[in-house]
Antibody
Framework: EVQLVESGGGLVQPGGSLRLSCAAS????????MNWVRQAPGKGLEWVAS????????YYVDSVKGRFTISRDNAKNSLYLQMNSLRAEDTAVYYC??????????????WGQGTMVTVSA | DIQMTQSPSSLSASVGDRVTITCRAS??????LNWYQQKPGKAPNLLIY???SLQSGVPSRFSGSGSGTDFTLTISSLQPEDFATFYC?????????FGQGTKVEIK
């Protein structure tokens, strides 16, 4: 079964750090672009970051540039999001999502269940 | 950045109704437009990619159309399991922006 499972969320104080992980299974992880998408409580979806297959291309939404780092370990079939200098507005459910391939490239065809990050004193 | 605007923000409909949701991009995105469905407490699910291609496993009552700046998601006959929030997303350029969502509720 194709699956993504996030972990690492929790409660952190403003200015703190957290590292999210996303474990992939059921597909050849190393051949896919991967992404992080977040959703603040009661709000819509916001794309956060993307990374290509070998990590040579990384892209971020402006609001997290310089604070968040996307990375991956293809040997461990895992995607990561290192989040530093966290702010209250980073509070959200964070999803990892896989890019499709071929005609569905750039669409997010597989999503994890999400992990909640709460930034509060 | 490309802005995506959905309308309406919410709608009430009955089972069996034909439902149409519109998504407008702030500039041309060719056909790089995707639609997702999200149910409460769940992750989004891809319905339509490249404006009109039905994702595998998605019922044929869902369809998409459009190109350039104007796009439409249509549910031909609304079913009880379709009540959810729907999002469009452009995949033409970074950042890959989403619309604000359209909540489809039971009438």
């Amino acid at each position: 079964e194709v699956q993504l499972v996030e972990s690492g969320g929790g409660l952190v104080q403003p200015g703190g750090s957290l590292r999210l992980s996303c474990a992939a299974s059921g597909f050849t992880f190393s051949t896919y672009w991967m992404n992080w998408v977040r959703q603040a409580p009661g709000k819509g979806l916001e794309w956060v970051a993307s990374m290509n297959q070998d990590g040579s291309e990384k892209y971020y939404v402006d609001s997290v540039k310089g604070r968040f780092t996307i990375s991956r370990d293809n040997a461990k079939n895992s995607l990561y999001l290192q989040m530093n200098s966290l702010r209250a507005e980073d509070t959200a459910v964070y999803y990892c999502a896989r890019d499709g391939v071929g005609a569905s490239a750039r669409a997010f065809d597989i999503w994890g269940q999400g992990t909640m990050v709460t930034v509060s004193a | 950045d490309i802005q995506m605007t959905q309308s309406p923000s919410s709608l009430s409909a009955s089972v069996g109704d034909r439902v149409t949701i519109t998504c407008r991009a702030s500039q041309s995105i060719s056909r790089y437009l995707n639609w997702y469905q999200q149910k409460p407490g769940k992750a989004p699910n891809l319905l339509i990619y490249a404006a009109s291609s039905l994702q595998s496993g998605v019922p044929s009552r869902f369809s998409g159309s459009g190109s350039g700046t104007d796009f439409t998601l249509t549910i031909s006959s609304l079913q009880p399991e379709d009540f959810a929030t729907f999002y469009c997303q452009q995949s033409y350029s970074i950042p890959r922006t989403f619309g604000q969502g359209t909540k489809v509720e039971i009438k």
